[in-house]
């Protein structure tokens, strides 16, 4: 529901708002009350507030459903019900928020203030109680039975207890500094008792539970009597906290100040009974909340009592409250139940991610494994993938199908050991690591927690956090984790750890063994228009404020987007790409030009800009020019091998910013056509006078590795006998020296991104073929594979 606040009666008049009371004609508002017939009225819930009868109060309405009922309310000049919360920090409050017992208002008179909200300035007609609520919309509706208050039997006995509320409350304005004198002048000017008992009532300085007990009250002498024990409470406290100021209020430096302000505190604390003693009880009722050890039961005594030897104004007292404050925040051994129904987990899963069918197996079965025994220690998974391809929200889904709750952790950047294992509470602003954070955060001790980016962490002055983590995940070990600053070990081992990870080239070899990985390639072309379909389109119609009628892509038009403006093995960019097509199409509905909702591929190139060229079979239409396979941190992706012969003395040159290893694989194949030269076909005077260059494009781009040895073989042979290497066709293999073609790895990134590029024909070891059959046909149903043994097959393939 809308929020409120009451606006003070000090603040009606200092603000102006009396000039609003001038315009009104109170006397002739007096005799108003509400209509005997009507029972069901709008109710409008307000809190920090409690309106009371023949009392003008001002109410700040900022949401548009309380507007609504405030201007149709003075539009109709009907009396609206205003009701309080019993709880103030609730935003909608529904009807079991709110209290039975209200006070009818009418409105006498709207302002509009600057940034939109409403002032309404009501008058409290009569007290009403809620028989039912027949309506929320648009506003609540509740059919009511109206309360009259009961006149007391002894005149001289409610009269003289009026006399005494009116005499103590000018005391209490005399001597509160917050209070202004113009409310002593608007209590003198009040005749009537009960107006003066309401007046007091609702602009009394108490709580709004209390106020709300006063207007629950049917007699005015039972209200009398509970409003003065009220106020002469507060009368006792305003004395207490006069006599500390004046004890204390002298001409004060910087340490006087200081020095008084702890005074106050701590005699405050001794007329309360506040202190470490109550500091003590406060923790001592959350432990009785929390299910621990007899260990941590001892721990926790211990610290306790610690607090307790400490003064208040110590600053280790505030060290060690914030330590207990952590301490009992952590749930220990409390767990959320896992769900364990493997049907509805399937269908989560599928339709939040669409493939990722090795990822989705291994949930199943941990869930499967984990209802046959029920205490199975969470296992630790780590899911290696270029951008775009779903891994942190993966986390998110797993989280979803257990049923459990979900944190994620950022480790990109992380380069302090103590981000993971805490500091000593015993330093300067000291905290706990991540992990105790994340778990206190959850509220349980089973928890999904995405540790994102893990190989991103750096290592710095303060340690190295990937070797922190290596207790973290270690299913054997964390089971007692030791946290610096919690000083006590906390069992992890029922926490799901899933590691994000972009490429393991930079995680440490021990951290890897303890978790279990998990490849996701790219997507297909395929699976990326599904996707698309399924989610991208939709989440950009609801993020650009578009219906679907708006915009429609069709699957040519999406495969278009995929093959001519990005180049990835995720969606991120596909998903950034139809993101500007979505606000082309807002820019046009909020210029109200007219347009085709059916977009065509001529209108996606209008909109994206010019589609990347497809010059592959171009470029391999020379000798000398092979295309071969890479593996990269983004996914897989195709290169170029060129070579070119020249005048010389049978000299290599390598260009194209190599790493040794991709260096010595051009050394090997020169090599080996050196030996072999009369089997290749190549004429002896062309390998002993003709130098030979080889160059691979985008120098700027560091590459190395092994997998370019039959391309750069092939690269060579072609130039050397010159004759062009067959189109559409790629290759990745390592080389030796006595002919023979070695694996290599990340075949399915390199083979999706050899559909991609439109590659009709791969050439790969005989040893790899394990990897293509793990690969679901689907995704190259339009690739013929070759496998090969020696490099003589090769130049056979790719030159006949």
């Known amino acids: 529901m809308t929020e409120f606040e009451n606006i003070s009666f ?10 609003v009371a001038e315009e009104i004609n109170l006397d002739e508002l007096g005799n108003q009350d509400a209509d005997k017939t009507q029972t069901v009225f709008p109710i409008l819930p307000v809190r920090n507030m409690v309106m009371f009868p023949k009392v003008i109060t001002p109410i700040t309405a900022g949401r548009e459903k309380s507007k609504k009922l405030l201007e149709d309310a003075q539009r109709e000049n009907k009396l609206v019900g205003i009701i309080s919360q019993k709880n103030p920090n609730e935003e909608n409050p529904s009807e079991k928020d709110l209290y039975l017992v209200g006070t009818l208002a009418k409105i006498l008179k709207i302002i509009t203030l600057p940034e939109g909200n409403i002032t309404a300035i009501t008058r409290g007609v009569q007290r009403f109680k809620v028989k039912k609520f027949v309506s929320t919309e648009p506003y609540f509706l509740a059919e009511i039975t109206k309360q009259k208050d009961t006149q007391p039997k002894d005149k001289e006995e409610f009269s003289a207890l009026v006399d005494n509320i009116k005499d103590l409350a000018e005391k209490i304005i005399n001597i509160d500094p917050n209070i202004p004198n113009a409310a002593q002048f608007a209590i003198k000017n009040i005749d009537g008792q009960e107006d003066l008992l309401n007046f007091v009532s609702a602009n009394g300085n108490f709580a709004s539970d209390k106020k709300q007990s006063l207007l629950d009250e049917k007699t005015l002498i039972g209200r009398a009597k509970n409003l003065y024990e009220m106020m002469h409470d507060d009368f006792r406290h305003l004395e207490l906290k006069n006599q500390i100021h004046q004890k204390t209020s002298k001409d004060l430096d910087k340490q006087q100040r200081e020095y008084f302000l702890n005074q106050q505190i701590r005699t405050i604390q001794d007329e309360l009974g506040g202190g470490a003693e109550s500091d003590a009880d406060e923790f001592r009722k959350k432990a009785s909340k929390l299910k621990w050890s007899d260990d941590v039961e001892k721990h926790f005594e211990k610290e306790l009592q610690r607090l307790s030897r400490q003064h208040s104004s110590s600053p280790d007292y505030n060290v060690q409250r914030n330590y207990l404050d952590f301490f009992t925040d952590l749930p220990w051994e409390h767990y959320s139940k896992d769900a364990f129904d493997l049907n509805k987990a399937e269908k989560l899963l599928d339709k939040e991610h669409f493939g990722l069918e090795d990822i989705k197996k291994r949930i199943l079965e941990h869930i499967a494994v984990l209802k046959l025994k029920n205490d199975m220690k969470s296992p630790i998974l780590c899911l290696v993938g270029p951008p775009g391809v779903g891994k942190t929200s993966l986390g998110k889904s797993v989280a979803d199908a257990l049923g459990r709750k979900y944190v994620r952790v950022s480790l990109g950047g992380l380069h302090d050991e103590s981000e993971i294992r805490g500091h000593r509470k015993t330093y300067i602003g000291a905290m706990a690591g991540r992990i105790l954070q994340s778990i206190k955060k959850s509220g349980t001790s089973n928890p999904v927690i995405v540790l994102d980016e893990i190989d991103k962490l750096g290592q710095g002055a303060h340690g190295d956090p990937s070797s922190a983590l290596l207790e973290v995940l270690d299913p054997e070990q964390n089971n007692n984790f030791y946290d610096n600053f919690l000083e006590l070990g906390y069992d992890l081992s029922k926490v799901m750890f899933i590691a994000t990870a972009n490429s393991l080239s930079t995680v440490q070899r021990p951290l890897l063994d303890r978790m279990e ?26 993020e650009n404020g578009l219906d679907a009628k708006y915009l429609k ?6 495969k278009h987007i995929i093959d001519a403006h990005t180049s990835e093995s995720g969606v991120r960019t596909l998903e950034k790409k139809i993101a500007g097509i979505a606000r082309w199409v807002a820019l046009q509905i909020a210029m109200e030009k007219e347009f085709d909702p059916k977009i065509s591929v001529d209108k996606v190139d209008e909109i994206l800009g010019v589609p990347r060229p497809k010059t592959l079979a171009e470029i391999t239409d020379v000798p000398g020019v092979v295309t071969g396979l890479a593996w990269t941190s983004v996914g897989g992706d195709i290169l170029f091998i060129e070579s070119i012969l020249s005048k010389g003395k049978g000299a290599l040159t390598m260009t194209g910013n190599l790493g040794n290893v991709m260096k010595e694989s051009a050394t090997i194949a020169l090599e080996f056509i050196k030996a072999h030269y009369e089997e290749l076909g190549i004429s002896e005077e062309d390998i002993e006078k003709k130098n030979i260059h080889v160059h691979v494009p985008e120098g700027a781009t560091p590459k190395d590795g092994p997998s370019a040895g039959i391309a750069m073989l092939t690269s060579m042979v072609s130039s050397y006998k010159n004759i062009k290497v067959r189109p559409h066709l790629a290759m990745t293999g390592e080389i030796t020296l006595r002919g023979k073609v070695l694996p290599v790895g990340g075949i399915k990134e390199k083979l999706l991104a050899a559909t991609r590029a439109g590659i009709k024909e791969v050439i790969l070891c005989e040893a790899n073929r394990k990897d293509v059959e793990e690969i679901k046909k689907d995704y190259l149903k ?3 594979v070759n496998y090969v043994t020696n490099m003589s097959e090769v130049v056979e393939i790719a030159l006949k």
């Open 10 to 19: 000090e603040e009606i008049l200092d603000e102006g708002f009396g000039i």
């Open 517 to 542: 990985i998990i490849s996701i390639a790219g997507y297909t072309l395929e699976e990326k228009v599904e996707i698309a379909k399924r989610h991208l389109i939709k989440k950009q119609l609801r």
């Open 553 to 558: 892509l069709g699957n040519p038009e999406l």
């Open 782 to 784: 339009h690739l013929k």
